[in-house]
């Protein structure tokens, strides 16, 4: 039997006008069940990412690779572009056994997570220098798994609560994420600092420190394995159960992008280029941030210290702030100041690049470049969870956050060629003109929406 194609207004998270809540009523929802229990599970999603593209560039920049080639292995991260493609399988496939235990939502959570543990794992256990291809594999191991735990956790977040707390639920999810990513970032560089034989700056890169720092981390995915297990499945629209084979693909695959379609029209395509290039600045300079630490002489200590430590409090800051600011003044306007303040925040380190090592710089140039990307992401997750529909919320959300990711990922690729040929600061400049065409974008997806 295939789904009606008329649907209650109720399932459809159609962008609206909400009741305006006091700012002790907005900063209360922090609180609640479920923004704790996304606070958790975004831990589980924020821990993988450095460790397959930030921090391994670390690594691998250290191991003595040259900037083109972590350049290229950046594409690694394309495993999270490409996810839409099997987010209908997590949105309607049960996994046997699994799914009858623990629904539909954590079960495919509770797979993706476990995978990422194993690829961390062989992650710790490969020496780039000997078994570039193997330490590859690995990562790409951890990049599908993570994308797919994204899937299941978008979709779980998103049917947790009505619209009006996505931007609290998005906030908590991000501090979690941004947390995770303190102790993928700063804290594999401290483990990895503090079991070194020797200053690595006298004996070069040793495998076992950053072996058993990665084991660390793989032992970290137990927080989301523990909340998956402890957490309730969320409660989802009915989904009639399909006669064959055909009826099943065209619900699972055809029918959450032709939603999309049939609800915004004309203006499907405004609003997935504006998805595809609203983090192009901040993903493409991102890439070559690490091996600009190590070329500039910082020691893993001050990296950790300064921009992964202090660097993601600011990031919190400014998503804790920027879901507060979404609730109280609206999406549209703190979409708009994120667009602005990452522009403008690159050009802070083609400064800095010209400026030569100098920790008190760093810090300036880190607190301003991550406050911003914190009061970007946390509107910018809420604005896709306000498109999403909630029959269809794992595949759509999917769809959009691989768009935002599929570009500026490809791209990123090009940007160790690009450091090489006309250097950082050359480079950090051009990632913040790369801003210029998504206000634009803000500004037309703004006056659409006024017009409906």
Not at 60 to 88: H, M, N, Q
Not at 294 to 306: I, L, P, Q
Not at 388 to 404: G, I, K, R
Request: hydrophobic share 55%; glycine share 8%; aromatic share 10%.
């Amino acid at each position: 039997m295939s789904i009606p194609d008329s649907r209650p207004a109720s399932t459809v998270t159609e962008p609206q006008l909400e009741p305006v809540l006091s700012w002790r009523a907005a900063l209360r929802v922090y609180l609640e069940p479920a923004s704790l229990r996304l606070f958790a599970l975004g831990f589980s999603a924020g821990l993988p990412l450095l460790l397959v593209l930030g921090t391994l560039s670390f690594r691998l920049r250290e191991a003595g690779l040259d900037r083109a080639t972590i350049g290229y292995l950046s594409w690694v991260g394309l495993a999270y572009g490409f996810k839409w493609c099997w987010a209908p399988l997590v949105d309607r496939m049960p996994l046997p056994g699994l799914s009858r235990w623990l629904g539909q939502r954590r079960a495919w959570l509770l797979l993706s997570q476990c995978a990422v543990a194993a690829g961390l794992a062989g992650m710790a256990l490969t020496d780039p220098r000997t078994d570039l291809q193997g330490m590859v594999g690995w990562a790409l191991l951890v990049a599908f798994a993570s994308a797919t735990q994204d899937i299941a956790l978008d979709a779980f977040r998103i049917e947790s609560a009505g619209a009006q707390r996505q931007g609290a639920l998005a906030a908590s999810y991000q501090t979690g994420y941004r947390l995770a990513m303190i102790w993928a970032g700063a804290g594999v560089l401290w483990l990895a600092a503090r079991a070194e034989l020797a200053p690595a700056a006298e004996a070069g890169y040793q495998q076992a420190a950053w072996q058993s720092a990665y084991l660390v981390m793989a032992a970290s995915m137990a927080l989301g394995l523990l909340t998956v297990l402890f957490s309730p499945e969320p409660q989802r629209r009915p989904v009639a159960s399909a006669r064959d084979l055909a009826t099943w693909l065209r619900e699972a695959l055809v029918e959450p992008f032709a939603d999309f379609l049939r609800r915004y029209g004309r203006r499907a395509l405004l609003l997935l280029a504006l998805i595809g290039v609203y983090r192009i600045s901040d993903v493409v300079m991102g890439i070559m941030a690490n091996p600009f630490y190590v070329d500039m002489g910082y020691s893993k200590d001050e990296v950790a210290a300064v921009t992964k430590v202090y660097g993601v409090i600011m990031t919190l800051v400014g998503a804790f702030a920027g879901g507060a600011l979404a609730m109280r003044w609206g999406v549209a306007r703190v979409l708009m100041l994120g667009a602005v303040l990452s522009a403008v925040s690159n050009l802070l380190f083609a400064w800095l690049a010209g400026h030569g090592h100098d920790l008190v710089a760093l810090i300036a140039v880190i607190a301003a470049d991550n406050l911003s990307s914190g009061i970007a992401s946390a509107a910018f997750v809420a604005y896709l969870s306000s498109l999403t529909n909630v029959s269809y919320s794992a595949t759509q959300y999917a769809l959009f956050s691989s768009m935002m990711l599929l570009a500026p990922k490809w791209l990123a690729g090009f940007s160790g060629a690009f450091v090489d040929a006309h250097g950082y600061a050359v480079f950090f400049t051009g990632t913040a003109l790369l801003g210029l065409p998504v206000l634009l974008l803000v500004w037309l997806a703004t006056r659409e929406q006024a017009r409906v």
